[in-house]
DNA sequence: GTTGAAATTAGTACGAA
DNA sequence: TTCGTACTAATTTCAAC
């Protein structure tokens, strides 16, 4: 099974955790910078793109892996080639105390591809590929209305991925100056628009089964 | 830049098509399997794997890349060891006149892993990882707010990622029964809590501008 | 599509800076 | 720690079958 969680009693470490292990300098960063791009990059190679010694580079990549830094190293696949052109997404309000329970029959669909965890009007997105749109159809309302846990879903199709980058690396980001932590966000941002949904309030709307 | 989407046109082949180029059979489509679960393993382990020889593993091997079938080989990271633990996905309704301007800002934004046009109420998704809930705030308020395109956002943190499997291929379904194509999909089944969003359906709340 | 042997490259160990 | 080198094991290439 594909689960990134960790077992710390049922749930992943929550983010924001930071090295718990290893701590990673900028070195480890620039490795971690040349393997998203290219995961089978021989080790002398990347020595040399990162600027170490091949030694060196076989230590820090071992510490990297042990460490759980890398997770695992994967082939990005074109989908529809693969014959799973249809890609939704399903939002799903869950029975909080039967959790494990979805949890378990969602190990059970072969077409999720990602799943987690979400604050606002629903607990949980999850995404999945199949082959047909009939069979998002049926994989909703035959599989998943059929787990107790599952109290309402909401579907939308995928019409095109714009965009994926194998993950970002703060070294990525412009530096922005250090906030405090006294001080808090600048309040004189003009919000307008912009909705922020937060666990409580959103799910209260849910809340009238 | 990390873009998936191929350029005819501006946007990526829809969701759907299959078999562009090079034919899959299911020796291709065990190769898949086995990479998507170690990117790094040597042609020679895996023509072990799938069973095949080694020169058949290496030209098929070089077909799938060629093909596109394997986009890319990549590391997956954990993103809250590398800094970046705080994960927020940002639903945008987007000026649709606009979109080549919202997708060349889009571009501009390292914290962006992934983007995706979907149906429904809004019309994109957007998954942000950044090293503090406060950028995610600086981000939708400062950034995305300042782009014309943007019409409105919703944004929802992440708690926690589940499951994230590689990518799933169509032989970890279990097989089917082949509909017909003049045959819809089975109308005898409960929908009840079940909701389908359409484009056109979800729209039409947000169209109040 | 397969096998086997040559050339290349990867991974390991260890002493020196 | 990191580097450089030398040594051993494995991989890739390429030939003939």
Redesign the pocket.
């Known amino acids: 099974m594909s689960d990134i969680s960790r077992d710390h009693g049922g749930r992943g470490a929550p983010p924001g955790r930071i090295g718990i292990g290893l701590e990673l300098?900028s070195?480890h960063l620039k490795i971690l910078e040349v393997l998203r791009e290219n995961g089978r990059i021989?080790?002398?190679?990347l020595a040399e793109r990162v600027?170490?010694?091949?030694?060196?580079a076989?230590?820090?990549f071992?510490a990297l892996r042990a460490d759980g830094a890398i997770k695992r190293f994967t082939a990005e696949i074109d989908h529809g080639r693969a014959g799973l052109g249809i890609t939704a997404l399903i939002f799903v309000t869950v029975r909080q105390v039967m959790w494990r329970q979805f949890r378990a029959e969602l190990a059970r669909m072969p077409e999720v591809e990602y799943c987690a965890i979400t604050t606002g009007q629903h607990d949980a997105m999850i995404q999945v590929r199949v082959s047909d749109v009939s069979e998002v159809h049926t994989l909703v309302t035959d599989r998943l209305a059929n787990i107790p846990a599952v109290k309402a879903t909401e579907t939308v199709f995928i019409l095109d991925e714009v965009m994926r980058r194998p993950y970002v690396l703060p070294s990525d980001q412009r530096p922005r100056p250090r906030r405090q932590p006294q001080e808090s966000a600048p309040a004189d941002v003009p919000l307008g628009k912009m909705r922020f949904v937060g666990a409580a309030e959103g799910r209260a709307a849910l809340r009238k089964d």
């Open positions: 300098d070195t021989s080790v002398a190679a600027g170490i010694s091949r030694a060196n076989y230590t820090r071992e």
